[in-house]
């Protein structure tokens, strides 16, 4: 069971938009940057946002990210095929001292 | 560009070690953690810890403590994990990656199978 809770799936149609949210407790969301991860089947994962809304170069502005007391969302618009994919949320957790992952949501676009 | 390239797939026993490599290029190796990241058959995400490689310092998730340790060459630029004592349960693929600090990281590796049966 992860520490980070993620809907196991998503879906929605091409061009259409999805959210995917991340919830936890104080000592890992709320007080601590929230990182989002895509990972394409068989391949490794590929950093999308990090500090909770900033985009490394090169992510295009579909992809966004935020952050509300210990929940974090992560929204991706204009939907394409290529999106499908497993997203993960990470973050510090300040009482364990690691870092810890959501449990995953496998994207559909149908 | 920066890369991360891992050794290859292993296949263990039980009670066995194993060594993965993580060799990187494109930047100063020194200036980013390598930390390490686990994924089982079909599961999510496992951290397992990190490495400095400006001071050697490392850290461990609590799991892991006593089993894995974590080294470097900064000669040749390369990362190692080593877990020991390995069940079937570690049968995953093994991760590194840059991370900015120990919490963000923007580069990965391709990941190294390593299996573990007897």
């Known amino acids: 069971q992860s520490v980070l809770t993620q809907p196991p799936s998503v879906s929605a149609a091409p061009g259409q938009k999805v959210t995917i949210s991340c919830s936890g407790s104080n000592s890992k969301i709320g007080g601590n940057f929230v990182s989002w991860y895509q990972q394409l089947p068989g391949t490794a994962p590929k950093l999308l946002i990090y500090?909770?809304?900033k985009r490394p170069s090169g992510i295009p502005g579909r992809f966004s990210g935020s952050k509300s007391g210990t929940s974090a969302t992560l929204g991706i618009t204009g939907l394409q095929t290529g999106d499908e994919a497993d997203y993960y949320c990470?973050?510090?957790?300040?009482?364990?001292?690691?870092?810890?992952f959501g449990g995953g949501t496998k994207l559909t676009v149908l | 560009q920066v890369q991360l390239v891992q050794s290859g797939a292993e296949v263990k026993k039980p009670g066995a070690s194993v060594k993965v490599s993580c060799k990187a290029s494109?930047?100063?190796?020194?200036?980013?953690?390598i930390n390490w990241v686990r994924q089982a058959p079909g599961q999510g995400l496992e951290w397992m810890g990190w490495?400095?490689?400006?001071?050697?310092?490392?850290g461990y998730a609590q799991k892991f403590q006593g089993r894995v340790t974590m080294t470097m060459d900064t000669s040749i630029s390369t990362a190692y994990m080593d877990l020991s004592s390995l069940v079937s349960d570690d049968t995953a693929v093994y991760f590194c990656?840059?991370?900015?600090?120990?919490?963000?990281?923007?580069?990965w590796g391709q990941g190294a199978l390593v299996t573990v049966s007897s």
């Open positions: 990470g973050t510090w957790d300040s009482s364990l001292g690691a870092v810890v």
């Open positions: 494109g930047y100063t190796f020194s200036d980013y953690y």
């Open positions: 500090d909770n809304y």
């Open positions: 990656a840059r991370g900015v600090g120990t919490k963000v990281f923007d580069y």
């Open positions: 490495i400095n490689p400006k001071s050697g310092g490392t």
